[in-house]
């Protein structure tokens, strides 16, 4: 570390996290903190019961404090920063008055509704220079997605012809199935597509450096009509019981869909998703095929690399770090054969949001995902909506 930037670290007040929502994403982050040794000082849930409730199950003997509501989580001088884990509706706000407050933000994704408010956002976060922004695009951090960036920039594929890939779950497979994310007013109007196509929209752009010139979608609703329960559902929770009093909601977010993409350079893309395909759990697939060789990566067995020649044998490599290059192996904790998986993608996406602070040289260029990033996934997702209503390719 440099004489810089030990005197930042030195000056600047120890981390506190402050955790907005207590759903799938909340305990996510809480987990992946604890892991890094960030601690996390207080939790805002929908009701100050529901945030006890969850401080007491996840914070153990830390006793972290669950807020009555944002303004008293902002006014906390232990919080130096705020995980906004909550419905996409509320990410503009939360976030806007974070950076106000002083906090830094790490942000969920996507980071906001629609490209004017991601807009606003990054440039907040730029007259904010000495606060971290960040968007949590966290599959970015799989040790193997980042050894196949770093085969890519060492040539080994050689000219990228085409990246495939598909992004496919099936916890929204029955018109009894519901959350929040189903309905335009509080997810956006894109729902697979922004949900879960921009991780994988976010992980090709990083691996490959390239970026999208025009787009063209097929995008499908299976059910118009879904059954809202009388309660709330979060994530993933609706697969384990049926709640027994529903009312029909109409519903015009997509559950399917097809994107064809135009890299800038000349390469071609095809990517779908689905949040209605039985038995897929949360498959990511990604395939680049370049003039050398191709690789193939599922986030099912995400400790496998494919690695396909035309030439000679094809090779499986497994995660290892003594077999990964320089800038893989620093986000592969475990030896190989301890697989490592989901949960430690957050650990490395938050570690590298916390050294970054630590370090305290804001004039480095952030390590992790960006507001730009986040606002660049948003304008993709403007474009593929446009696509799908006028029936076009659409340039970005
Ligand atoms: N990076 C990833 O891999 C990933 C995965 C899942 C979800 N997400 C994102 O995380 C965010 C949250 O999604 P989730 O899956 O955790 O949803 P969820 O439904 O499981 O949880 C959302 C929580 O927010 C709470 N909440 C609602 N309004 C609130 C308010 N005003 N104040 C405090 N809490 C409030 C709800 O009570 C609920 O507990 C979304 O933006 C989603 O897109 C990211």
Redesign the pocket.
Known sequence: MTTKSTAALNDAPPPGVAI???????WVHWEALSRIGVPVVGV???STE?GRRFAERFGGLSQPRAYRDFTELLADPLVTSVHV????R??FAMTTEALLAGKHVLC???LAMNSQESAELVELARQCPSLAAGV?Y?IRYYPLCLEIRERIRAGELGELFHIAGSYVQDWLLKPTDY??RVLTDEGGELRAIA?IGT?WLDLVSTVSGLEVEAVCADLFTAHPTRQRPAG?I??FQGKIGAPSQTTSVPISTEDYGCVMLRFRGGARGVLWVSQVTAGRKNCLRLEIAGARQALEWNSERPNELWIGHRDRANELLLRDPALLSPGARSAADYPGGHNEGYADSFKQCFRSFYQYIAAGDFSEPAPFPTFADGHREIELCEAILRSQKENRWVTV
Do not use: Y
């Open positions: 907005v929502g207590t759903g799938f994403m909340g805002l849930g929908s529901k884990a909550v419905p996409n509320l990410h969920e994704k996507p949590n966290n959350n929040w949900d991780h709330e979060e994530t």
